[in-house]
């Protein structure tokens, strides 16, 4: 199984173009986004991870006046989010490696850190919770069960890794983030929406 971002960057490229005809206008996953947007502010700073070409969440966005960044491993697929949202700032990063320069009031990554490497879920969740701002919101995906795992899609092997549900909360939890909502939302598909808000004192 490669766990290498570079490779899973050039997998994506592959079908970036079929991704963005697919998702640019879909409403997959847009009933739990604006769940999550009940509980963020009504304008702000936006972190996508996993943007892909961008699209129906980022479209949602600027109808609240929100400021995005997104990142991708894929070079193509930020080429097209760069071509879709000229008004939006996309970088082609690693979210192992990115080091964040401000603040977000809305983290969201959407069947994205589910290709992390399994040792790299608990550094990158603390690395998002400490970038959000006060009472920012976070709102991801992950398998429910613990463990890697390596899947055939488009005639070519992905990786996939979770720490599950639980091991999740509790870096969730340690980090001062309240927990707002935990859904298995594509049963009985191993699929797990959460969504957390930082704690003020």
């Keep these: 199984m490669s ?10 490229d592959k079908i970036a173009t079929w991704w963005n005809d697919r998702h640019l206008d879909s409403n997959y996953g847009v009933t739990q986004f604006n769940h999550a947007l ?11 991870i996993g943007c892909g070409a961008g699209g129906r969440f980022i479209n949602i966005l ?3 006046n929100y400021q995005v960044t997104g990142l991708d491993v894929s070079s193509k ?13 996309f970088h082609q990063q690693n979210i192992c ?25 608990q550094p990158v969740l603390n690395r998002l919770c400490d970038c959000l701002s006060e009472s920012g919101v976070m709102m991801f995906t992950l398998g429910d069960a613990e463990g890697e795992h390596e899947d055939q899609w488009h005639n070519a092997s992905f990786y996939y890794s979770s720490i599950g549900i639980n091991r999740t909360l509790e ?24 969504i957390a808000q930082k704690i003020t004192n």
């Design 97 to 121: 490696t990115w080091i964040p320069d401000k603040q977000y009031d809305f983290i969201y990554a959407w069947d994205s850190l589910f290709h992390l490497p399994l040792d790299q879920h």
């Design 77 to 89: 697929m930020i080429a097209l989010a760069k071509k879709n949202h000229p008004e939006h700032s």
């Design 3 to 12: 766990k290498d971002p570079n490779v899973l960057g050039r997998l994506y």
């Design 38 to 48: 009940n509980f963020v502010p009504p304008e702000g700073n936006a972190l996508d």
């Design 62 to 64: 600027n109808k609240r």
């Design 171 to 194: 870096v969730l939890l340690a980090k001062g983030l309240k927990i707002k909502h935990v859904d298995i939302d594509q049963y009985p598909e191993k699929h797990v929406v959460i």
